[in-house]
């Protein structure tokens, strides 16, 4: 057990994509920026389809609609990068990542990939754990 | 009572924003027909009666870490669209579900219809995509 009460706050995120056009930038990562501000910190395990945002990627976030050029979409990959840098950890277990026919060597840089089981172990080290 | 307008397409969308792509597949769909020249009716029930609420801004609120950028509202994604094609697109929601989930009112360019007379959209599409859960 921890020698100290826990202060931060572990997020797991098992489902990341919850629409686009009606999103935008209102996405499940924008809360968790605002919640890692008001709270003593905050953690992010990506689990399951979470996973995929720990990836890097080259795609281009826009769509049209009729004639309308939307650009101002969720960008998974850029709010994994935001997060890190401002001070969450972010981490995905391997077997999740190989579930998804990825390896560690496209992880964002900074996410951590832990071993099947290594996110529970974590768990006594925070305040609280959310399913968000 | 107005009669309805034949469509090739009746998308029913049925499931709430905001939980899949449900929403931007059925604005992308009905943006690539009308450009295709088809005509295209939507009817909204359940949650998805609140793309087109009528206390929409044109834009969603600000993005607390992107100040200046502007984000449009889905009730203007579907503004444009109608007025892009006022001809060929048509947009209803369910009145029932409307006032069960306490919508003060649509944009004035989206009709709300009772419920009682779906079928009749059906029967006025060539064919009806049903998408998304109540």
Known sequence: MPQTKPERTLAIIEQPYRGSLETQFADVFYLLRELNRQLRGMDVALRGLGATCALQSDRRVELRVGAQAIDVLPDQERSVRALLDEGSSVWVEEPDL???GATRDRLIEGVDCLARGATLLRWPNYHSVWFI | MRAIPPSDVLFAVMGAPHAS??????LRLTGVLLERSATVQVWTCGYATMLTHSAHDEHKPRNLIDWSREHPSTSTLVRNLLRAHPDRLHWYACRFCSEERGLAGHIPEVRV?????FADHVKASRKTIFIGRI
Do not use: C, E, I, K
Not at chain 2, 21 to 26: E, L, N, W
Not at chain 2, 113 to 117: A, K, S, V
């Open chain 2, 113 to 117: 219809r009772p419920p009682l007379r």
């Open chain 1, 98 to 100: 190989l579930a998804l």
């Open chain 2, 21 to 26: 792509d449900m929403t931007t597949s059925v």
